[in-house]
């Protein structure tokens, strides 16, 4: 016998609404979470070197929120996962270039999308498990 599942086309569009919905929670869960950040830094009179740092855990946390929230579909949860990392990771560069007064391809861009990724393919991988259970 084999393990594979066969997808049929309600289930991959199943799959995409899933996958919008993950990165529709992480994109306004992050969004949230930045002007709470940016309120609690200006109000405790932080350092801006720890600024990077805030933002990425936020990043994690919410696209690892956005996974565990809506993947609910068995199957392939490590690819959906990863998936919504890389969209999640497009769609935050966009809005926060607007926010920010413009776009800027360097390192950090790199390192969000990397960072989207692999917290995709956990948070991908964490549904799944929670739901086999």
């Not at 393990?3 to 289930?11: E, R, S, Y």
């Not at 392939?76 to 270039?97: D, Q």
Request: hydrophobic share 55%.
């Amino acid at each position: 016998m084999s393990d594979k599942v066969k997808t049929t086309g309600k289930d991959s569009a199943r799959y995409i609404i899933e996958i919008v919905k993950a990165v529709i929670i992480a994109t306004v869960a992050s969004l949230l979470c930045v002007l709470l950040a940016a309120f609690v830094i200006k109000f405790f009179n932080l350092s801006s070197t720890c600024v990077p740092i805030i933002n990425q855990v936020i990043r994690s946390l919410c696209v690892l929120l956005g996974c565990v929230i809506s993947l609910r579909i068995p199957g392939n949860g490590w690819l959906r996962g990863i998936i919504t990392g890389l969209a999640y990771a497009a769609i935050s560069f966009v809005i926060f270039s607007l926010i920010g007064g413009g776009f800027e391809f360097d390192l950090t861009l790199l390192n969000n999308t990397v960072n989207g990724v692999v917290t995709g393919f956990i948070g991908g991988v964490i549904a799944m498990l929670i739901r086999r259970n």
